[in-house]
């Protein structure tokens, strides 16, 4: 029994990170990260897409505090899309938001249909990430900005076995590539960097956070989600998640770059 065993963002997984990262939120931060990936961007009536935007979190914020003008958010998972959708309505948002439930690798926008490009722990889940620049390079206006947070390694070399084992224990496809390497492909696929933040520092405090609060106050209500045996199961991988974040080869990173005129 696992938590990825329902799907890898299956009900048991989604009732979990609820918990731990609060209700949209399937990756740590919160509203405040959101707003260090967006860092100097003006969203004030922009058209925005959010790809792998998970239960909305981060669409519902960039209408309601960044007052963009659309926001399209795209899942390839249905029960993620389908409470996205539940959370717009009870928000009384639906019209402002376009939740799609796309195969990986599908993007069927027309070219330049963005204004701005956010995402955030998602590009991790793609394999090919130049292939996934050029594409979304291509439905962004000229000028156009995106800006990503990501699960990053400290280089491109083969992953330790500590990460392996690390990766192995979450049970999610995993490719996770340095923030040079995100640079280098920037650079590749018609963006200029504006800006490269690294936040393995950050995140260990976090991540300290989130493991104390899985053992004390969130101990009962994890254990009433998922059971006992589950809760020390999660408990165990994020130690172990722990383990490679403070030996600084798990680096979460966050980067914007324009899109050059042609
Ligand atoms: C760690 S969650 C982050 C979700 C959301 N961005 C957040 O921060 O709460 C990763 C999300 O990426 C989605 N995903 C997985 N593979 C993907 C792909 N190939 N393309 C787009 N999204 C993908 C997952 O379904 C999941 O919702």
Redesign the pocket.
């Known amino acids: 029994m696992s938590l990825t065993d329902e799907g890898?963002?299956g009900p048991k997984q989604l009732n979990m990170l609820k918990t731990v990262w609060g209700e949209g939120?399937?990756?740590p931060g919160g509203k405040e990260e959101i707003d260090e990936i967006l860092k100097g961007i003006d969203l004030t009536d922009k058209k925005v897409l959010?790809?792998?935007?998970?239960?909305g979190?981060?669409v519902f914020h960039m209408i309601e505090k960044h007052n963009a003008a659309e926001v399209t958010g795209?899942?390839?998972?249905p029960l993620?899309i389908e409470t996205a959708n539940k959370l717009a309505r009870e928000k009384g948002i639906s019209s402002k938001v376009n939740f799609i439930c796309a195969a990986?690798?599908i993007l069927e926008f027309k070219q330049e249909s963005f204004d701005i490009i956010f995402?955030?722990?998602?590009f991790l889940?793609?394999p090919d990430k130049k292939i996934l620049l050029t594409e979304l390079s291509k439905i962004l206006i000229d000028d156009g900005i995106i800006a990503v947070g990501d699960w990053m390694r400290n280089d491109d070399q083969e992953p330790s076995d500590q990460m392996k084992e690390y990766i192995a224990a979450e049970g999610l496809d995993m490719y996770m590539c340095s923030l040079n390497k995100y640079s280098e492909l920037l650079e590749e696929t018609g963006f200029s960097v504006i800006s490269l933040n690294d936040r393995n520092q950050w995140y260990l405090e976090v991540v300290q956070k989130e493991i104390s609060d899985i053992k004390g106050p969130l101990y009962d209500q994890v254990i009433n989600l998922i059971g006992k045996e589950e809760a020390d199961g999660a408990l165990e991988i994020w130690e172990q998640l722990l383990g490679v974040v403070k030996k600084g080869e798990h680096r979460p990173g966050n980067f914007q770059a324009i899109k050059k005129r042609k």
């Open positions: 890898h963002y939120f399937l990756s959010d790809f792998g935007c998970g239960t979190g981060a795209i899942d390839p998972e993620v990986p690798g995402s955030k722990e998602a889940h793609v």
